[in-house]
Each structure stands twice: as structure tokens, then as C-alpha cells.
């Protein structure tokens, strides 16, 4: 079992910066795959971006440039720093564990979730 919790959201205006934080306890992630996924109101669970055990890191088109998706394994943490965020960036962010085997970028990739945390950019 991987429990895993987010932080770091809040209310921010377009174009600034957050940087979101998901701690893991259970099992070691360094074997893991790590990706956040977002979800906003009446819209279904999308990708954002994933970081396999390797370090090879991958984005969704919409977010490619301004947001990083970093893991620190001493920690057990994964980072996703977001720059220039836009309304559209606006929604509830999940953290998520899959196999080392997958890339991540699938929602059947995951086995674990975490609990979500908001982002809300106002315009």
C-alpha cells in the first residue's frame, strides 16, 4: 500500500508561480512512476505529467514549459512546479503512483491516489 498526500495549492492570479507537493509513505517511490493529473468541474481527470524511475520526465501539450515535475527520493516526494499559470490551470490536482514499468501517462497506469489538492487562478 502507498499512501500519498498533496499540498501546496491555493488561490493564485495568472502568471504566477506554485509549486505542489506529494509526500509518500508505505513503499519507497524511487521505483515507482509519480504523475499528477487535474480535474476540473464537470470535466474528466487529465494528465499533467509523469516522471518514471529513470528521471525521464513527460508533459501534456498544455502545460510543456511551464510546469516541471521533479522527485526527490531521500524525501519520498514528488514536486510539480508551475509557472505562468492561466484560469485554465484551475482545478483540483491529484498525485498519483504507478508500476516502474509504465510511463504514466494513462489513468490506468495508477494504482494509488492521493486526496487532491486545489489550484484556482484567478484572471
Known amino acids: 500500500q502507498v499512501q500519498l498526500v498533496e499540498s501546496g495549492g491555493g488561490l493564485v492570479q495568472a502568471g504566477d508561480s506554485l509549486r505542489l507537493s506529494c509526500a509518500a509513505s508505505g513503499r519507497t517511490l524511487s521505483a515507482l512512476t509519480m504523475g499528477w493529473f487535474r480535474q476540473a468541474p464537470g470535466k474528466e481527470r487529465e494528465f499533467v505529467s509523469s516522471?518514471?524511475?529513470?528521471?525521464?520526465?513527460y508533459y501534456a501539450d498544455s502545460v510543456k514549459g511551464r510546469f516541471t515535475i521533479s522527485r526527490d527520493n531521500a524525501k519520498n516526494t514528488v514536486y510539480l512546479q508551475m509557472y505562468s499559470l492561466k484560469p485554465e490551470d484551475t482545478a483540483v490536482y491529484y498525485c498519483?503512483?504507478?508500476?516502474?514499468?509504465?510511463?504514466?501517462?494513462?489513468?490506468?497506469?495508477?494504482?494509488?491516489w492521493g486526496q487532491g489538492t486545489q489550484v484556482t487562478v484567478s484572471s
Open positions: 498519483g503512483a504507478a508500476r516502474g514499468s509504465s510511463y504514466g501517462v494513462k489513468l490506468y497506469d495508477y494504482d494509488y
Open positions: 516522471i518514471r524511475w529513470n528521471g525521464n520526465t
